[in-house]
């Protein structure tokens, strides 16, 4: 089954002091892009956080914003009491013992080193493997968006080759006619050659060869046929990454539809190898947003 690279996951929760928005959305690429818009709170992570999107998603175009936000008036500041008593006994022993006020004692405090800080910018161990837990979540609810937009892929898809197999089937019953003209061709062509004064017998191989080789389209229509067999085998292979390895194939298909075109010389058949060519452009169009 197919699976599209279009998707979208979003989960809001709580997270220790926190409130977190977690958005994470996907569109086609050749290859895994990522845009992440990361509280600096994060940055340390940002690397495991690629590494987990990419495991996941493995290509596209991808986005991830992370919003956190403090529940009520908590301040991310702590306060060094052991190092405030420090501080506090050495400035009462200094005053005394030069006999000066301790007055604004505490401003002074305030304004030793280390004595109030902001906390560590950086998310706690086990806060971030419950926010790990949460980018899986939000992953899983984006390859549901992506597994069921690859099912309406796949249903279009299936329908351009099935279209494009019965297309080339509908070739044969102008085979007949075409290779009646061809015939005529062929003998005209020996006619002439046969009138001649001297038959050169490599020339006259020569023509045969040609007429043969450029005129015969049963390889490709087998090939055609083929290709559009392969293709259905493909589909149904249990891996979720297979566009390109499609893509490939569709180039393949495109090869046959243009030899037939160009090696059939029959108005009739030119017209069904422009609706092959129809059908297998739309088929393409679909399948460059399929992962």
């Known amino acids: 089954m197919l699976q ?3 998707g979208f996951g979003r989960l809001e929760f ?17 290859q895994f892009e990522l845009n992440s818009k990361l509280p ?10 690629r590494n987990q999107l990419q495991q996941h998603l493995m290509r596209g175009s991808v986005d991830i914003s992370i919003y956190l936000k403090q529940h009520g008036t908590s301040k991310p500041v702590s306060v060094n009491l052991e190092l405030a008593r420090y501080y506090h006994e050495a400035m009462n022993q200094i005053a005394d013992e030069l006999n000066l006020e301790k007055k604004d004692m505490l401003a002074t405090l305030m304004r030793m080193p280390e004595i109030v800080s902001t906390i560590n910018d950086t998310l706690d161990e086990s806060l971030w493997k419950i926010l790990s837990e949460k980018i899986d979540e939000a992953c899983q609810l984006l390859n549901h968006h992506r597994t069921e937009e690859g099912v309406m892929l796949e249903r279009h898809i299936l329908s351009n080759i099935k279209t494009i197999e019965r297309l080339c089937l509908e070739v044969n019953p102008f085979e007949t006619g075409r290779l009646e003209r061809l015939k005529e061709k062929l003998n005209n062509s020996l006619n002439d050659l046969l009138h001649s004064n001297a038959v050169d017998k490599n020339r006259l191989e020569q023509e045969l060869i040609y007429y043969i080789e450029r005129f015969d389209i049963t390889e490709e229509k087998n090939r055609l046929l083929h290709h ?3 293709f259905y085998k493909l589909l149904e292979e249990d891996t979720a990454m297979k566009g390109k390895k499609l893509g490939f194939l569709l180039q393949e298909i495109g090869r046959e539809i243009n030899t037939m075109g160009s090696k059939a010389n029959d108005v009739d058949i030119q017209k ?5 060519k129809d059908e297998l452009e739309q088929a393409k169009e679909q399948l460059l947003n399929a992962l």
């Open 228 to 230: 559009c067999d392969y």
């Open 4 to 6: 599209s690279m279009t």
């Open 40 to 49: 600096s709170i994060l940055k340390l992570y940002e690397i495991a956080i």
């Open 14 to 30: 709580n997270l220790s002091d926190y409130v977190c928005s977690l958005e994470i959305r996907s569109l086609n690429g050749k």
């Open 272 to 276: 069904i190898v422009v609706m092959m």
